[in-house]
């Protein structure tokens, strides 16, 4: 058997295995292979009558025609046309490259997730829109929403407002430095009825500055999802944020904004991602990981995920608040 022969005979197989079951699910995006043989590191999405295929590059450069041959197997093991297959080299990087425009050639369309439908574009970013990692955790949001105040941090294209909203929220806020994604989130929104904005609030915002004047003007949520990017240096941002060097501030200052008995979900995509043992210490934060990986994303586990409640309370007297607040005074 050739290698490519390899390659098309595993995503056939796992298309037959998984697709039954997205069939089931209501699902059009899903994952159909992910690393599986390391001589193939691609990770291979479908989007309905696309494909996305990702290459993680690793010490071996793979040369052009082998890419081509590899593009070209996945197509037809698939039965997806070659023109159908969006292709992305994934290199290591950091910050702004990671969300910039690749080129001006997208053609956004609609997938069904469950009964919910989202805008993807596989060509125009590195992203495609919807992470489709975070699917169970957003129906878990969706669940645990009806008749509660929703802060979605970091929102991108707010699929996780929307489930909020479908949950029956009382109202949501989606945060985000980026006018384009909030210009995509509020399609979102809308291609599932949520266009009032009264109650779906957009905020084009730096989050951590937003969750500051936030705190002082005394907004409180019952629901807060904090699923940040694991590196940024925006140009709109004056300092660049590493969510392991950063969660800690970050994660006690959403915390600061729960109502009583509010939650806040935490998640990163960092591999080797350790949450502070302080932060473990002062909340009760649960490991939720295992319950918020698909089916399609259990070979590797792309992101870890924490639902936290502030044990303290929040008072002024917890900890972090009372060390920052007299770092504040000081400078004063
Ligand atoms: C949701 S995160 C990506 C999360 C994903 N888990 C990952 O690691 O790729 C990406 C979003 O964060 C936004 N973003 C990055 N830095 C930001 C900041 N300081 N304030 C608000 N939004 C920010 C970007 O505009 C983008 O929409």
């Known amino acids: 058997m050739s290698a490519d022969a390899a390659l098309a005979n595993r995503v056939a197989k796992n298309a037959r ?45 793979l040369e052009d025609d082998a890419i081509e041959a590899h593009l070209a197997a996945l197509a037809q093991a698939l039965e997806v046309p070659r023109e159908r297959v969006a292709f992305k080299q994934r290199r290591r990087q950091r910050g702004l490259a990671q969300y910039e425009k690749l080129a001006a050639r997208g053609a ?28 169970e955790t957003r129906a878990r949001v969706r669940a645990e929403a009806a008749g509660k105040r929703v802060l979605n941090l970091f929102a991108y294209t707010g699929s996780f407002s929307v489930y909020a909203a479908a949950g029956g929220a009382a109202q949501t806020v989606s945060v985000d430095l980026s006018q384009t994604y909030q210009a995509w989130t509020q399609r979102n929104l809308a291609l599932n009825g949520f266009d009032d904005a009264q109650r779906h609030r957009l905020v084009q915002a730096d989050v951590t500055r937003w969750l500051e004047a936030a ?83 259990a070979r590797r586990r792309p992101h870890q995920c924490w639902r936290i409640v502030a044990a303290t309370g929040n008072s002024p007297a917890s900890p972090w608040t009372k060390a920052k607040t007299r770092r504040e005074s000081s400078r004063s």
């Open 215 to 297: 705190r002082r003007a005394g907004e409180r949520f019952d629901l807060v999802v904090l699923d940040p990017p694991s590196f940024s240096n925006s140009k709109r941002m004056q300092d660049s944020f590493d969510v392991q060097r950063d969660h800690v501030g970050l994660v006690e200052q959403a915390l600061a904004l729960l109502a009583p008995g509010g939650a806040l979900y935490f998640s990163n995509n960092r591999q080797g991602f350790r949450l502070d043992p302080g932060l473990a210490a002062r909340h009760a934060c649960v490991d939720i990981t295992a319950e918020t990986i698909p089916p399609d994303f």
């Open 17 to 61: 295995h998984l697709g039954r079951w997205a069939r089931r699910e209501g699902l059009a995006a899903w994952r159909v292979y992910d690393r599986d043989i390391p001589e193939f590191p691609y990770a291979v999405d479908r989007y309905g009558e696309w494909l996305h295929v990702q290459l993680f590059e690793g010490r071996r450069a």
């Open 108 to 135: 956004p369309f609609v997938v069904g997730e469950r009964d919910l439908r989202f805008e993807v574009d596989l060509l125009s970013y590195l992203d495609t829109g919807l992470f489709l990692d975070h699917r």
